[in-house]
């Protein structure tokens, strides 16, 4: 069974506007962020990319889930672990 969905950017109709409204915000960043993850993507993209790209990719990431996520969202939405205590 899989753990991991990328349902958005397959059903998604918006136009991908950011700047217009909150919810148009939010579900440009879902598709771009589903986009640049598709496995193809990343494939062509990651090796081209300097270490410094890397570590702010990195940084960002962990920055923005250690800001909203609680330890235990952390575990069961992001890593998936739902055995976490």
């Not at 939010?26 to 962020?33: C, H, Q, S, Y």
């Not at 990343?42 to 410094?52: F, I, K, V, Y």
Request: glycine share 4%.
């Amino acid at each position: 069974m899989k753990n991991h969905s990328h349902t958005f950017v397959e059903n998604y109709e918006g136009f991908g506007a950011f700047g217009l409204d909150r919810r148009s915000d939010e579900e440009t960043i879902a598709w771009l962020l589903q986009k640049f993850s598709d496995d193809t993507c990343l494939a062509s993209l990651l090796p081209r990319l300097e270490d410094r790209d890397l570590e702010t990719l990195h940084d960002t990431i962990y920055t923005i889930l250690k800001k909203h996520f609680s330890e235990d969202e952390y575990h069961s939405l992001f890593l998936k672990d739902n055995h976490h205590h």
